[in-house]
């Protein structure tokens, strides 16, 4: 059985700073991670995913996840903070590409001005 | 891509009544599943929605209380049924389409459904 954890529900920044999401995961098969992100009263977005080429994922609005397989870890990261940014983040592991997705339990992400 | 249409956006039912949501894709897609979002939490999987044939149900999840149909490749449609204060959610649609380059999952925007 395949499932993820996101550590902390709720991660406030400030503006410029560094956002770190740490999500974990548990795969028995070799997994396909993506990064999803909500804004208010609003559908998923995909921000990025990993499907078993480079470890280290660039994706959209200059996030980026690096898959470490030794520590079953998928976090995402930003260099620079943006108000824009605030949202909840999900991470989410699927067993092959266009199926099904685990989610983690989402961090809400604020970002002060 | 995918631009998923679900509807209805939202809406405010009456306890012991039944609602259908539609997902309609603009695209023939491979795969469409069904999402639930309570309050304040993540996404849970109810089921899978099989062109042609029965949907997958997840654990915890039964076809009488959420009947799902998938008459042809770019529509669906969730019903829950007799539903109570404990329904209310969001419930999205997804699709994933297998192409040349990697599949990505697409969500519609989804239904607010209030049980009161």
């Known amino acids: 059985a395949q499932s993820v954890t996101q550590l902390g529900s709720h991660v406030s920044v400030s503006e410029g700073a560094l956002v770190l999401l740490r999500c974990n995961y548990s795969s028995s098969v070799p997994p396909y991670l993506f990064w999803y992100v909500q804004y208010p009263n609003q559908g998923l977005q995909l921000l990025l995913k990993y499907t078993s080429a480079a470890t280290l994922v660039k994706g959209i609005n200059g996030f980026e996840a690096e898959f470490k397989k030794s520590e079953t870890s998928f976090h995402l990261t930003k260099p620079s903070a943006h108000m824009s940014d605030a949202a909840e983040y999900f991470c989410a592991v699927s067993d092959y590409q266009g199926g099904k997705l685990i989610f983690g339990q989402g961090t809400e992400l604020s970002v002060k001005p | 891509s995918a631009v998923i249409s679900q509807k209805p956006s939202r809406d405010i039912c009456q306890r012991g009544t039944s609602l259908t949501i539609q997902c309609q894709v603009d695209?023939?897609?491979?795969?469409m599943f069904w999402y639930r979002q309570q309050p304040g939490q993540s996404l849970t999987l109810i089921a899978t929605?099989?062109?042609?044939?029965?949907?997958?149900?997840e654990s915890g999840f039964v076809i009488d209380k959420f009947p799902i149909s998938r008459p042809n490749l770019t529509f669906s449609t969730l019903t829950v049924s007799n539903m109570s204060p404990e329904d209310s959610s969001i419930y999205l649609c997804s699709v994933t389409k297998s192409g040349r380059m990697n599949t990505e999952a697409f969500f519609g925007q989804g239904t607010r459904l209030t049980v009161v």
């Open positions: 695209s023939q897609v491979t795969m």
């Open positions: 929605a099989n062109q042609g044939s029965e949907a997958t149900y």
